[in-house]
């Protein structure tokens, strides 16, 4: 038996969509073509272009509608003001054109600290026959980045914290909500790719305190739970890992990229 990796977000996100409980926390997506972007952009006031293979928050365009025709265009730290008739030659420019892209509903991330967006990372490993909810974090984005991930200094902090910090009333029922999207996304995953093993959720809150599904990683890097501090967590994270792999161990032997696990965030 192996641990699986699957790279295609569009896969594992076609697959969820099957499921009634996920279907509505899943944001809309579509292949990007300049008709699904325009599309999208009569529907959203914020629409994501981003390639479908992740590139740890790289490569990610975010386009805002502002007002009379004129668009927001972010970009890494970069921010540009574009009227409507240059709109799709600037998203062109970003574009790989080697790589392909899907475009997806923007969701208004709830901020913290000073107006910076977060999302939430959660760690589900099966060990067994079950999946577990081995820890979770805030994942609160750098200064000037609309993205939250580690490799572009989004810093790890204390959920419950963050969500308190932001102003949240119901926290037991958003935590409660978070557990039961990451075990619904990781039993649905499992049921259609096999040999999964160890999951990375994404998961987002928006101002209202709707909870969002963003992307499952199969092969999540740990540095932001080492960071937190939690021991207890980082602990039991690290020694479920270690067990899942010792046990499924033909994969252990085939990933080269098995060490970085726990130096590349994803
Ligand atoms: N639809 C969206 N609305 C709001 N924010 C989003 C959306 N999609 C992504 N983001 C933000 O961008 C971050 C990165 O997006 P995503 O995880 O999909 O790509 P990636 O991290 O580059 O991929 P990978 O993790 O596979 O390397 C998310 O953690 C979230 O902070
Ligand atoms: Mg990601």
């Given at each position: 038996m192996a641990i699986r990796k699957i790279n295609n977000k569009m896969e594992k996100s076609e697959v969820l969509l099957t499921d009634p409980i996920l279907q509505p926390h899943i944001p809309e997506t579509h292949w990007y073509s300049p008709k699904t972007f325009w599309m999208m952009l009569g529907i959203y006031p914020t629409v994501f272009i981003k390639p479908n293979t992740g590139l740890r928050g790289s490569g990610i365009i975010r386009v805002q509608r502002l007002k009379s025709k004129m668009f927001e265009v972010r970009f890494d730290d970069k921010v540009k003001k574009v009227p409507q008739s240059d709109l799709i030659t600037e998203v062109t420019q970003l574009i790989e054109p080697d790589m392909q892209y899907f475009v997806q509903e923007g969701i208004n991330l709830a901020t913290v600290y000073n107006g910076r967006p977060f999302d939430i990372r959660i760690i589900m490993h099966k060990p067994e026959n079950r999946w577990n909810l081995c820890g979770w974090v805030a994942k609160v984005a750098g200064p000037n980045q609309f993205v939250t991930n580690y490799a572009k200094g989004g810093k790890a902090f204390a959920l419950e914290k963050v969500l308190k910090d932001a102003g949240f009333k119901n926290i037991e029922k958003i935590l409660q909500t978070l557990g039961k999207i990451a075990h619904r996304t990781s039993h649905v995953l499992d049921k259609s790719f096999s040999?999964?093993?160890i999951l990375g959720i994404d998961a987002a809150l928006d101002k209202k305190g709707k909870v969002w599904f963003i992307e499952a990683n199969?092969?999540?890097?740990y540095n932001l739970f080492r960071d937190l501090g939690d021991q207890v967590m980082f602990h039991r994270i690290i020694t479920t890992h270690h067990y899942i792999h010792a046990k499924y161990k033909e994969v252990v032997a085939a990933s080269t990229s098995q060490v970085t696990a726990f130096n590349l965030e994803k």
């Open positions: 040999d999964l093993r199969t092969r999540p890097g």
